[in-house]
């Protein structure tokens, strides 16, 4: 049963997958999905540095460097100095990116509306599982990735 599980799990990520690059693919989006992340957060936050952004993304430091450095050649995000810290870099969504992240905020939002439908066709007890096993398996998931790093 467990190995049944498993494979369940690998088909729903692979779905998902699919399914996000379907999405995407629809709206033009060139960009990875790790990039339109990047784009949410930085549309969501109020000022989101290096830092915050690796943070929030559970990605280095280097690696948040790397991702916003491509979004600045690509134009769709822009680097400034707030007053009150002449010292720390702060992001921003350029028109351009603001666009994107709209666009991705809409289909976000078709996403959570599509997949609440077919949530509300279980039983409301199975639910409760489901959530209490996913709230778990989180929890674990979250200590193997402190143990790794």
Known sequence: MN????YEFTR???YQDILSKLINGKLNFNYS???I??????????????????QIMNITRGAAS???KRLMEHKLVEAFKHPENKKELYFKLTDQGMDIY??????????????INFLETIDLNEREIILSFLTLFNAYLEQLIKEES
């Open 3 to 6: 190995d049944k599980i498993l």
């Open 12 to 14: 729903l990520y692979n």
């Open 33 to 35: 999905l790790t990039e």
């Open 37 to 54: 992340h990047c784009i949410e957060i930085i549309g969501q936050g109020v000022q989101i540095n290096g830092t915050k952004l690796a």
């Open 66 to 68: 790397k991702i916003t």
């Open 102 to 115: 709209k666009q991705h905020e809409i289909a976000h939002k078709a996403w959570v509306e599509r997949d």
